[in-house]
């Protein structure tokens, strides 16, 4: 049986740490985070003061092996151990103070342009590639498709284990990013597709993932903290800090997941990429591996890729259509932090949240599947 557990801060467990503030006239301001680089010629907008900052909570080893804190209460519930499936929550204090602070509108009357669905098959052209099994991948930097094909086929060497030791980290960088509530054929441009509550943003997406995981008893942890609000700007390094102390706490962790949505649209259409999926729609998946142009400091970056290609042919073979090309180009997205990180991208603005919520289900199941084959075939070897 699965159980969850949220991290939450309360004074008697957690202590509350604040990392490179800066001090401007007796006011706390927001941490500065360095921008992050992602190839030539591109790189994170630079942060702004918020006015707000950003707390990181540090656990005390009892709640590192599962203690469920009672919030308020000052004292420790009955601990419990986790089990195979258990998932681990984690959510900074001031994050939790933000679920109701950018609501999902209850209407959305305008009609400013269409919503087109579409589905994006096999690529063709110089920059794509076919995987072995299934899947594509498209080549924007100074290796050959020859030498990635080659890479492709290497196993990630990753010490996974099977037995609710936590694996795999599911976080997001842009965690307010949303969808469409319902199917509908025409948007209204008044809605930028971002809300802070967790049921209709990326941490709806994450949990369906991390569900899978925990079914087939890998142990995961789910990063549900809001690093995009109120600033967008810097929010990629508010994510690294929250992936550095997690990887610090949990140092069995070696897959770091981004789970984003990508927005596909012009002044007047948005695009929804879906796929039929045993009869239902899917919203399609894009994984971006990075790769390092010399000024990134990924010296790894390819451990990261025969990741995403171990998962993309484990996907597009069972859920044929599902995909979209793995994006092989000069990004870092924090993928430097462990090799095992990716940034995975599901769906569109366009796409509905139940499209959404499948694809993360199919992506799960795929995951899952992927570290369990790898798991029997090093045991093999």
């Known amino acids: 049986m699965k159980k969850r557990f949220r991290r939450q801060a309360v004074t008697a467990c957690a202590a509350v740490v604040m990392i490179g503030s800066i001090t401007a006239g007796g006011m706390l301001l927001v941490p500065w985070m360095q921008s992050v680089p992602l190839g030539t010629g591109i790189q994170e907008p630079t942060p702004e003061e918020s006015g707000q900052p950003v707390i990181h909570i540090t656990h005390s080893p009892a709640d590192l092996l ?114 469409e509530a319902s199917e509908r054929s025409y948007f209204d441009k008044d809605f930028n597709y971002r809300t802070t509550q967790p049921d209709k943003n990326m941490v709806m997406v994450g949990d369906a993932i991390a569900n899978e995981l925990a079914a087939a008893g890998i142990g995961v942890i789910h990063a549900e903290t809001i690093h995009d609000y109120p600033a967008w700007n810097g929010s990629y390094g508010r994510s690294a800090e929250t992936v550095s102390a997690i990887l610090e706490q949990y140092p069995s962790v ?54 995403a290609s171990s998962i993309q042919q484990t996907m597009e073979a069972a859920y044929p259509g599902l995909t979209r090309p793995i994006l092989f180009d000069y990004r870092k997205y924090n993928q430097d932090l462990t090799t095992g990180s990716l940034l995975i991208e599901v769906g569109t603005q366009g796409n509905t949240m139940e499209e959404a919520r499948y694809a993360g289900s199919l992506f799960g199941k795929s995951l899952a599947e992927t570290i369990l084959t790898l798991i029997r075939e090093e045991n093999q070897s």
């Open 66 to 179: 599962g203690y469920n804190w009672t919030q308020g209460a000052g004292a420790m519930a009955e601990p419990s151990v986790p089990q195979h499936s258990d998932i681990i929550t984690v959510e900074s204090a001031y994050s939790l103070t933000l679920h109701e602070e950018k609501p999902y509108p209850a209407a959305r009357d305008s009609d400013d342009g269409v919503i087109e669905e579409t589905h994006y098959g096999l690529q063709k052209g110089n920059q794509f590639f076919a995987l072995d099994t299934a899947g594509q991948v498209r080549n924007c930097t100074h290796h050959t498709n020859t030498e990635l094909l080659e890479e492709s086929r290497i196993a990630p060497h990753l010490p996974l284990k099977a037995d609710g030791t936590p694996m795999v980290l599911i976080y997001h960088t842009h965690t307010t990013e949303s969808y």
């Open 254 to 307: 070696c897959i770091a997941l981004d789970i984003h949505r990508d927005a596909i649209s012009t002044e007047t259409k948005i695009m929804a990429p879906v796929a039929e999926i045993n009869g239902k729609k899917a919203a399609q998946i894009m994984m971006i591996s990075g790769c390092d142009d010399g000024t990134m400091g990924m010296p790894n970056y390819l451990e990261n890729f025969h990741l």
